[in-house]
Nanobody, 124 residues
């Protein structure tokens, strides 16, 4: 079992930055892939980024490449999403998710545990 709590969302102007954090509890956090997803009103939840258990491998959706950086600190049991050059279309509820052991998936069905989400609003 893994419990996840996101923080760091808020209101930012276009071009600004935010860093989201996801604090995890549970014995198996350090062995799992971790992902960030987002969901805007009226849209399906979409993949943003994922990181493997060691932090040595990452994968990004095209929408965030070059602007977003996912990282993790296993000692602090925390995953981060640094978001730079934010655009109005990045506005959404951002969710942290804990995934499987040994793989780095980008589909939501492969993630078993989810946080409650944190709102990101980008003004133009």
């Amino acid at each position: 079992q893994v419990q996840l709590v996101e923080s760091g969302g808020g209101l930012v102007q276009a071009g600004g930055s935010l860093r989201l954090s996801c604090a995890a509890s549970g014995r198996t956090f350090t062995n799992r892939a971790m992902g960030w997803f987002r969901q805007a009103p009226g849209k399906e939840r979409e993949f943003v980024a994922a990181i493997n258990w060691s932090g040595g491998s990452t994968v990004y959706a095209d929408s965030g490449k070059g602007r977003f950086t996912i990282s993790r600190d296993n000692a602090k049991r925390t995953v981060y999403l640094q978001m730079n050059s934010l655009k109005p279309e990045d506005a959404a509820v951002y969710y942290c998710a804990a995934g499987p052991f040994g793989t780095l998936p980008s589909t939501s069905v492969e993630y078993a545990y989810w946080g409650q989400g944190t709102q990101v609003t980008v003004s133009s």
